[in-house]
């Protein structure tokens, strides 16, 4: 079956940058998407379409995509970004949706 | 504002089976496709099957294939996820998430983002 490999954890001091990854073998043909998920809460979608941003999403968060390996990048990290962050994509028939591995985020 | 509202879980004994709700208001439902999507107690996010807006259209994960129905009604800006023969590996917060938009053609299928998700349901399935 179709997997999509992040880091487990990162950990990042305020104010500096964080970058996940996210690997795939469709992702040369498959938008990713990112989503955030705080302990307790239903994930948000923070990034889509590899690299465009929701509304009402802070412009630090930006994603970025070459080859088999997409990244969401968090720019100037803020305590408020300590969460879950999980990578999700498609296989190449667009029939089966996979998430990735997820990644702890832990703001120092 | 877009809300969805997951509601049925419960405990339910393995082998048996339990029907999830998910209503939707805030947005047309009628022209979105669905998602169910699953997370066990501390573990990650496990997709589980999609509805195109009209009902046509329908996949799963191949973990609950054979044993999980996805359908919607409309007329009621519902969408259902029927779980049969439950396993103990079923345990898990079900959530509802709209799709954006959802299609296909000639065999291959597109979705958009998981844009809107409800605040999920538990389900345990234990003796």
């Known amino acids: 079956s179709y997997e999509l490999t992040q880091p487990p954890s990162v950990s990042v001091s305020p104010g500096q940058t964080a970058r996940i990854t996210c690997s795939g073998d469709a992702l040369p043909k498959q938008y990713a998407y990112w989503y955030q998920q705080k302990p307790g809460q239903a994930p948000v979608l923070v990034i889509y379409?590899?690299?465009e941003r929701p509304s009402g999403i802070p412009e630090r968060f930006s994603g970025s995509s070459s080859g088999t390996t997409v990244t969401l990048t968090i720019s100037g990290v803020q305590a408020e970004d300590e969460a879950d962050y999980y990578c999700q994509s498609a296989d190449s028939s667009g029939t089966r949706y996979v998430f990735g591995t997820g990644t702890k985020v832990t703001v120092l | 504002q877009v809300q969805l509202v997951e509601s049925g879980g419960g405990v339910v004994q393995p082998g048996r089976s339990l029907r999830l709700s998910c209503a939707a208001s805030?947005?047309?439902?009628?022209?979105?496709?669905m998602h169910w999507v699953r997370q066990a107690p501390g573990k990650g996010l496990e997709w589980v099957a999609v509805?195109?807006?009209?009902?046509?259209?329908?996949y799963y994960a191949d973990s609950v294939k054979g044993r999980f129905t996805i359908s919607r009604d409309n007329s009621k800006n519902t969408l259902y996820l029927q779980m049969n023969s439950l396993r103990a590996e079923d345990t898990a917060v079900y959530y509802c998430a709209s799709a954006g938009e959802f299609g296909c053609s000639g065999g291959s299928c597109y979705s958009g983002a998981f844009d809107y998700w409800g605040q999920g349901t538990l389900v345990t399935v234990s003796s």
């Open positions: 805030g947005f047309t439902f009628s022209s979105y496709g």
């Open positions: 509805i195109s807006y009209d009902g046509s259209n329908k």
């Open positions: 379409k590899d690299s």
